[in-house]
């Protein structure tokens, strides 16, 4: 359900200014928008970087320096949210958007890296969930190769891609779990 409202509030947000020609960083430029747009986006970092720590422990194991991935992608996010975003130039902005794209682009490493170790770990889950992040990456690519920009479309979609494949992988882990714990009552009941 979480996801779902991250999608929603996504959504809103980034409709508040024309999706083709804006992003979200645009509609934080609006005065009365500026600061739901900085919370929004703390609030964004911290789930994301809790939902992909949390799917990162349904494996196995993982590489050790995941966790500091995951600091360094949230506090770039946060630190991105509080620069405010001007039409001018300044350093501030700078920030703002270095550090909003760096991020973005640490959770894409983040989940290329877990799909990768699911693949490996869990190839059912695997091969029952990549397509929807190897699908939704190479639209968000397609679309910034049209527009040459980062719209709200693109951010949309984003969110979208993100929440439905960690979604698709919760459902899909449950499962395994779920037979797991039934192999383990039967082998225990039967030994």
């Given at each position: 359900?979480?996801?779902?409202f ?16 804006n ?24 789930f994301?970087a ?91 690519v397609?679309?910034f ?43 225990n009941?039967?030994?």
């Amino acid at each position: 359900m979480s996801y779902f409202f991250i999608f929603l509030f996504t959504f809103f947000i980034a409709t508040r200014k024309d999706i083709i020609y804006n992003n979200i960083t645009g509609v934080s430029t609006i005065p009365e928008y500026h600061f739901l747009v900085m919370i929004y986006t703390i609030i964004c970092a911290i789930f994301f970087a809790y939902q992909t720590y949390r799917h990162f422990h349904y494996l196995y194991h993982y590489p050790l320096y995941i966790p500091f991935l995951i600091v360094l992608a949230t506090l770039s996010m946060c630190i991105g949210s509080i620069c405010p975003y001007t039409n001018t130039p300044t350093w501030l902005s700078s920030i703002h958007v270095y550090a909003s794209m760096s991020a973005s682009i640490l959770f894409i490493l983040l989940l290329q890296i877990y799909t990768h170790e699911l693949s490996l770990q869990f190839p059912n889950v695997y091969l029952q969930t990549h397509w929807i992040f190897h699908v939704g990456l190479q639209v968000l690519v397609l679309l910034f190769l049209v527009s040459g920009a980062i719209t709200g479309m693109i951010e949309i979609l984003y969110i979208f891609f993100i929440c439905l494949y960690l979604y698709a992988i919760d459902r899909q882990m449950k499962k395994v779990s779920h037979m797991t714990y039934s192999v383990k009552q039967f082998w225990n009941k039967n030994h």
